[in-house]
């Protein structure tokens, strides 16, 4: 029976042979690596990861899917909400799937689903301490603001605390009609690897700075990040006199360390 596409999952599958092969190619997964997929859905991606890998373990949502997928050998099913799965007993689980050490750090890809993408991708920093490296599929301007630098429109939250943690490359383009049903945006592949000595900075502090000084783009920081700062009894420097577009990531870091102590 032919699966029919769920809005509420925001489900795309890809379709293009060509594409696939060619982000299983920047992926290259191996046996013994505890490889992780986010929404296999029908599997496009799986079967050649899986061809490569041997065994691999896929977090799917839509129970039909999930049911179809167990029927797969070498395929361990979690059925699950991945916003709501702890990723160090998926790093377990997953580790036990592929008889790696139970140590062994995890390899996550997916085709991500473009309305809870940036939720998915925050969730995982949290685990960044866990992975190896992460290959997704999102929406091209998802991707743009992930590896965006300073003075530049795309350039924001996302960016910030994404690489803070990550070193980041964009791998693939990939157009609508690679998909089944075709999405109204383009699409881009993105390769993210922890830092292996990433600042120290506190997570949720950092976060709720940055928030704060990308509020209102078009002010001066002083406006905005600058009363934060009074208000935290902040005494060290900091140039308020710019907007938060031009501050580069290490000295967001910087600033969250000082006021960490």
Not at 13 to 31: C, H, M, N, S, Y
Not at 187 to 199: E, K, W
Request: proline share 7%; net charge neutral; charged share 25%.
């Amino acid at each position: 029976m032919k699966h029919i596409p769920r809005k509420r999952f925001g489900q795309h599958f890809l379709t293009d042979a060509g594409l696939i092969e060619a982000i299983a190619d920047a992926i290259d997964p191996r046996p013994g690596q505890a490889l992780v997929e986010i929404g296999p859905g029908l599997g496009a991606l799986t079967r050649p990861v899986l061809q490569r890998c041997g065994r691999l373990t896929v977090i799917e949502l839509d129970r039909d899917l999930a049911a179809r997928l167990r029927a797969w050998p070498g395929l361990e099913v979690l059925e699950s909400d991945v916003l709501r799965v702890d990723w160090r007993a998926v790093q377990s689980q997953a580790c036990s799937h592929a008889g790696a050490a139970l140590q062994t750090s995890l390899r996550v890809v997916g085709n991500l689903p473009y309305n809870i993408s940036t939720p998915i991708l925050f969730h995982l920093l949290e685990a960044a301490d866990i992975v190896q490296d992460q290959h997704f599929m999102l929406q091209s301007e998802v991707v743009d603001r992930m590896v965006a630098g300073p003075d530049s429109k795309a350039y924001g939250r996302l960016s910030v605390m994404l690489q803070w943690r990550y070193a980041m490359e964009r791998v693939l383009d990939v157009p609508p009609e690679a998909f089944d049903p075709p999405p109204a945006v383009d699409s881009a592949v993105v390769r993210m690897q922890p830092l292996a000595q990433p600042p120290l900075a506190d997570a949720r502090l950092l976060s709720e700075l940055v928030t704060v000084a990308f509020s209102q783009r078009r002010k001066l920081l002083r406006h905005t990040l600058g009363r934060w700062l009074a208000q935290k009894d902040f005494t060290g420097t900091f140039d308020a006199q710019r907007r938060a577009e031009e501050v580069p990531v290490n000295e967001y870091v910087e600033l969250a360390r000082s006021l960490g102590g």
